[in-house]
């Protein structure tokens, strides 16, 4: 299936734990986004990177820190977690030509306790 | 960054009838679109209007810009209970960063 996909779907943890999301699109989309959704249903950018290179960095703690591989995958890593951080992560992916339409994951919803 | 307000919040409608949801922005703009989130899942694009377009259709779905007036409705025609879902404009101010700001949410509810 062509798709954005990424994993775990569910992911609960302490506080002051380290966990990372995994995200994958097979949609030959050249640029990739991970957003926050919180509690209220506000959706706020976090990153983008077109072709492996940062192109947004909100201002995000620096616990946050992406990693993309490769232009198909762009990965979340959360170092000591919060209770804050609560919320659900998704992740996107789009052309840079074009109107720019996003085609987003499934979402990865992190509980901290 | 700028942001969409979607107007009104909730919206709760009988099956077929019409929903209407609006979206204001504070820029200009280069094309602003609609997304739908069902509950526990991810956004999905409906519709791109471009700032030199007026209106546009897409199936059930009618869309409105007023770069004038910075403003955008989603309308929903014939409503059925699988629109019952959150309703989100986002505005592109840049091709060059690709980013998209997104609005609040609108929260329709479809009643059988």
């Known amino acids: 299936d062509t798709a954005v996909s990424q994993t775990p779907k569910y992911l609960v943890t302490q506080m002051g734990n380290d966990k990372s999301i995994k995200c994958e699109q097979n949609?030959?989309?050249?640029?990739m986004y991970w957003y926050k959704q919180d509690s209220k249903k506000f959706l706020k950018i976090m990153f983008s990177?077109?072709?492996?290179?940062?192109?947004i960095n909100e201002t995000v703690p620096n616990r946050f820190s992406p990693k993309s591989p490769d232009k198909a995958h762009l990965n979340l890593h959360i170092n000591s977690l919060e209770l804050g951080d609560s919320a659900v992560y998704f992740c996107?992916?789009?052309?840079?030509?074009?109107?720019?339409?996003?085609?987003f994951g499934p979402g990865t919803r992190l509980t901290v306790l | 960054s700028q942001q969409g307000e979607e107007d009104p919040q909730a919206l709760s409608i009988q099956e077929g009838e019409n929903a209407t949801m609006n979206c204001s922005y504070k820029?200009?703009?280069?094309?602003l679109q609609w997304y739908r989130q069902n509950s526990g899942r991810g956004l999905v694009h409906l519709i791109l209007?471009?700032?030199?377009?007026r209106e546009k259709h897409s199936g059930r779905l009618r869309v409105t810009l007023d770069t004038s007036k910075k403003s955008s409705s989603l309308l929903i025609t014939a409503s059925r209970a699988a629109d019952t879902a959150s309703y989100f404009c986002?505005?592109?101010?840049?091709?060059?960063?690709?980013?998209?700001?997104f609005g609040k949410g609108n929260q329709v509810v479809v009643i059988p």
């Open positions: 990177y077109n072709n492996k290179e940062l192109i």
């Open positions: 986002a505005t592109a101010v840049s091709y060059g960063n690709n980013r998209l700001a």
């Open positions: 949609l030959g989309h050249d640029t």
């Open positions: 209007i471009r700032s030199n377009e």
């Open positions: 820029t200009s703009i280069n094309n």
């Open positions: 996107a992916s789009g052309r840079t030509s074009g109107g720019n339409e996003q085609f």
